[in-house]
């Protein structure tokens, strides 16, 4: 079996089709609370303090990067399916405690279990769909990848917000993180191989050199590495803005939940469709330079908040938000392959997945404390010009590196 071991695409298409279909139902948990959580902590709660509010996204945050890293060291040694079927078994409890939360402490509680969820579930499918398809084609397949888990944040961010509009904020909308979590561990354990031996197949035509220390190097001395990590982090920093605060600004704009429910659906949606193009475009174009237009057309994007009034402005700025974050999701993730042994591209993965989940965290506590201090509109204009920072620190210190059309 082990002398049958092939790496691609096309060679392991039906084991890749069963991760790809599996982490749609990964982004549906996210997709869960997207739209109408915040609504809840003010309409049930009376939570008015943004930075209160944001709490349950500091709580995902921290556990799902905390998970993104045990899931990386852990791979190896525990296998990438047993942690996959792990991660489900903590999203099982996450819908029920918000369908009868009765305090903002079980709100915070579900969310620890969903970050949880997330990094053991979404690293596992990551990494096994890098094993599978080896160094050919790996932007294609994050994008893949990618597009699946936010295409469903996408889609169950709308569908939560239609049904809450026709039938309330609970407990309707949450019966599909229900559906969700059960089919999810169903398929994990029945349908899905562990692919440790593609890895040692890799690693014998491999030439990448082994990393000193897969954390530091990740994290700070490797240049494109750690330029690629700082970039991650604030992705995901501004994105936990978007997701804690165009709720709120939606609402006080005098949108009903249906018209919430649609423009917070747009990024995401837009951002998951997308990647199917901008992960193949990573396997031929410069990744130091999509990263940085990516990064730049989400400073864009942000800043222009302020200024939004109508339901079209949202919908256009959902689709540069959405457009800007394709074109770094999946590079993010092809780049790291790209620069580690296949035999550390797990843990550095899950170093990255640490810093990068961090975000979330790190822009809700930001975004809640600028937001509560100096209003909603100064805390978008901050978040705008850290991310444009952060482009510029890749186009500096990311490494160049041929890309397929300029070795042709």
Not at 52 to 58: G, K, P, Q, Y
Not at 304 to 331: D, K, M, N, Q
Request: proline share 3%.
């Amino acid at each position: 079996m082990k002398e049958n071991i092939q790496l691609g695409l096309k060679e392991n298409w039906q084991q890749f089709s069963w991760l790809v279909i599996i982490n749609a139902f990964v982004g549906g948990m996210v997709g869960l609370e997207r739209s109408i959580l915040p609504q809840l902590a003010e309409s049930e709660f009376g939570i008015a303090s943004k930075t209160a509010l944001l709490s349950f996204i500091i709580a995902f945050g921290i556990t799902k990067s905390l998970s993104n890293y045990f899931a990386g060291r852990l791979a190896n040694r525990v296998g990438r399916k047993n942690l996959l079927v792990l991660g489900w078994l903590f999203a099982i409890p996450v819908p029920l405690i918000l369908i009868y939360a009765n305090n903002w402490n079980w709100v915070v509680f579900a969310n620890i279990l969903l970050g949880i969820n997330q990094g053991l579930t979404w690293s596992s499918t990551v990494v096994m769909k890098i094993d599978l398809v080896g160094d050919k084609m790996r932007g294609l397949a994050m994008g893949i990848n990618e597009f699946a888990g936010y295409f469903f944040v996408g889609l169950t961010a709308f569908l939560t917000g239609y049904l809450a509009a026709g039938y309330g904020v609970r407990p309707v909308p949450f019966y599909l993180g229900v559906a969700f979590s059960f089919l999810g561990l169903a398929l994990s354990f029945l349908f899905v191989k562990d692919t440790v031996h593609h890895v040692h197949k890799e690693n014998q035509i491999s030439n990448i050199p082994l990393l000193k220390n897969p954390f530091w190097d990740t994290t700070i001395r490797h240049k494109s590495l750690s330029s690629v990590t700082q970039a991650g982090l604030v992705n995901n920093l501004n994105d936990g803005m978007i997701w804690g605060l165009l709720p709120l600004l939606l609402f006080a704009k005098m949108f009903d939940n249906a018209q919430i429910g649609i423009l917070t659906a747009v990024y995401p949606t837009v951002w998951g469709i997308s990647q199917l193009f901008t992960g193949k475009l990573s396997d031929h174009l410069s990744k130091r330079l999509l990263l940085f237009w990516g990064m730049m057309l989400q400073a864009f994007g942000i800043l222009v908040l302020v200024w939004a009034e109508r339901f079209w402005h949202f919908v256009v700025i959902g689709f540069v938000l959405g457009i800007g974050t394709a074109l770094v999701y999946p590079t993010f993730l092809a780049a790291i392959a790209e620069y580690t042994n296949p035999t550390q591209r797990a843990e550095s993965l899950g170093v990255f997945r640490l810093w990068r989940d961090l975000g979330y965290a790190v822009g809700a506590i930001l975004t809640g404390i600028t937001a509560d201090l100096l209003g909603i509109n100064s805390s978008i204009v901050i978040i705008a010009v850290l991310t444009a920072i952060s482009g510029l620190v890749v186009l500096a210190r990311m490494e160049h590196t041929k890309t397929k059309i300029e070795q042709l």
